[in-house]
């Protein structure tokens, strides 16, 4: 019932044209690309990749998606918005349909504030950028744990606040269930945030040994079947996509031969979980996306 998707940080450890085969064969249905797999001279070649294996792109990880330094993404802040805006450019017509995945960063100083100032400000010029070419700015709430490390924002209705201020039709969230599952009445917090819910990343959380520790769906504490109803309940109708992180932790899902496991018995949860939900789904993805880019070039006349 639900599309199954994988983003690339999960299968860290293989290239870009392994991934295409290994998702096709494992009954990936969507990719989250993420840039920095992209090789720069075979860019498009690669893209067309995953047409012809059946793959459709569910979301976008720019190579630099904090507008803030943070511990991944260290870079001084310059030109960090512009380096977002390029990747979409980057993208070409593949953009057409593809939230784009946006982080705030950690604040400076513990200056809150101005993270959420910035970001929307920032974040109104990366949709309307994103919006001219069919595409949508996607942003991620994270973790408590990741709260001055790589984000300023760690509830959904902080990040809701901060959609609401930025007021772009195609400006809205990536709900990551890891990141979110423990905030308080979190049902009716995905309730709430109805259309706005353009990326739904999945994983499973065990006590974490490291800033990047998830689990294969199913095999931790996330409610998981709970959460994807309230998602699929705010009318959300996109692909659910296995977000993998396992860094510096022993025994590493990213060892060699792990890998498929992981992405089938995360494949095989959400199915599970598809067949007791019942309801029919459709994809609205596409008449978003035009829907999006009329109301721009409207705009600007």
Not at 164 to 181: K, S
Request: include cysteine; hydrophobic fraction near 40%.
């Amino acid at each position: 019932m639900f599309r199954f998707g994988v983003s690339q940080f999960t299968s860290t450890p293989w290239g870009f044209e392994r991934d295409v085969e290994e998702y096709a064969r494992l009954g990936v249905e969507a990719i989250e690309v993420c840039k920095d797999k992209l090789d720069e001279v075979r860019f498009s070649e690669q893209l067309a990749l995953l047409g012809e294996h059946g793959l459709e792109i569910s979301s976008a990880q720019p190579s630099v998606r904090t507008l803030f330094p943070s511990r991944t993404q260290p870079e001084e802040p310059g030109k960090r918005a512009a380096a977002f805006r390029r990747t979409v450019e980057r993208f070409g017509d593949c953009a057409d349909g593809v939230p784009f995945i946006l982080n705030t960063g950690p604040p400076r100083d513990g200056n809150i504030r101005e993270v959420i100032e910035v970001t929307v400000r920032e974040g109104r010029v990366l949709a309307e950028h994103a919006g001219e070419r069919g595409a949508s700015v996607a942003l991620e709430p994270l973790s408590p744990a990741l709260m001055n490390v790589e984000s300023a924002i760690w509830t959904l209705d902080q990040a809701m606040r901060v959609v609401e201020a930025v007021d772009r039709p195609n400006f809205g969230l990536c709900v990551d269930i890891w990141n979110v599952w423990q905030d308080p009445d979190i049902e009716a917090q995905i309730l709430a945030c109805g259309d706005c819910i353009l990326v739904v990343h999945l994983s499973d959380w065990c006590t974490p040994r490291s800033f990047e520790d998830c689990h294969a769906v199913g095999r931790g504490d996330i409610p998981s079947s709970v959460l994807i109803g309230a998602i699929h309940k705010s009318g959300y109708r996109g692909a659910y996509t296995l977000e993998i992180f396992s860094r510096d932790v022993p025994e590493s899902l990213w060892e060699q031969g792990r890998l498929a496991t992981v992405i089938t018995d995360s494949r095989d949860a959400l199915r599970r979980i598809g067949e007791r939900a019942g309801e029919p789904v459709s994809d609205l993805l596409r008449a978003r996306s035009v829907r999006w880019r009329d109301y721009y070039r409207e705009e600007r006349g």
